[in-house]
Antibody, heavy 117, light 110 residues
Framework: QITLKESGPTLVKPSQTLTLTCTFSGFSVTTAGVGVGWLRQPPGKALEWLVFIYWDDDTRYSPSLKSRLTITKDTSKNQVVLTMTNMDPVDTGTYYC?????????WGQGTTVTVSS | QSVLTQPPSASGTPGQRVSISCSGSSSNIGSNYVYWYQQLPGTAPKLLIYKNNQRPSGVPDRFSGSKSGTSASLAISGLRSEDEADYYCAAWGDSLSGYVFGTGTKVTVL
């Protein structure tokens, strides 16, 4: 059974850097075709994709956020880490870690991040 | 910011068939697979349809997907109260857009 869980701060100040960790189990991020990524959803709004990192270390970033995002994976710890710089109140929302294999087929429960001074 | 357009709402009575449209362009739906996600209130999304019309294991065959040109549709037949949720389409776009989602459709069971 594939599971993913997000962890990180619930509150960050404007201009700060957000670091979120995704700890997963039930699969290997080195398996061909597999990816792990991050998506988010502002309150009451639509889903937005941020980034995927794949089994071969290929990374795909949202073009509109690429300059602010960095994703890394630690296969020994079964973790993927997202950093997002220069946080703004519009970045407030629920951040999901997810597994990609023919679609985003497994999602974490999500973690709420509020950007406020 | 959503690149794919969906109707904001759809509704039906139990047992009815409801269809949700998703309109894109040649750079996303027109040249890539379409995916559909269901998000029940207060929960994480769930993959409902992948590669235009394939259902993951465990998804009832009441849900079906189709694609034609730069548009796609999700149909829910035999509507049930537990189908009340938000539904999102998604597709890969070009290098300027990445993986794009629809605006979302709220399905209400009357």
């Amino acid at each position: 059974q594939i599971t993913l869980k997000e962890s990180g701060p619930t509150l960050v100040k404007p201009s700060q850097t957000l670091t979120l960790t995704c700890t997963f189990s039930g699969f290997s991020v080195t398996t061909a075709g597999v990816g792990v990524g991050w998506l988010r959803q502002p309150p009451g709004k639509a889903l937005e994709w941020l980034v995927f990192i794949y089994w071969d270390d290929d990374t795909r970033y949202s073009p509109s956020l690429k300059s602010r995002l960095t994703i890394t994976k630690d296969t020994s710890k079964n973790q993927v880490v997202l950093t997002m710089t220069n946080m703004d109140p519009v970045d407030t929302g629920t951040y999901y870690c997810a597994h990609w294999s023919d679609g985003v087929d497994v999602w974490g429960q999500g973690t709420t991040v509020t950007v406020s001074s | 910011q959503s690149v794919l357009t969906q109707p904001p709402s759809a509704s039906g009575t139990p047992g009815q068939r409801v269809s949700i449209s998703c309109s894109g362009s040649s750079s996303n739906i027109g040249s890539n697979y379409v995916y559909w996600y269901q998000q029940l209130p207060g929960t994480a999304p769930k993959l409902l349809i992948y590669k235009n019309n394939q259902r993951p294991s465990g998804v009832p065959d009441r849900f079906s997907g189709s694609k034609s040109g730069t548009s796609a549709s999700l149909a829910i037949s035999g509507l049930r109260s537990e189908d009340e949720a938000d539904y999102y389409c998604a597709a890969w776009g070009d290098s300027l857009s990445g993986y794009v989602f629809g605006t979302g459709t709220k399905v209400t069971v009357l």
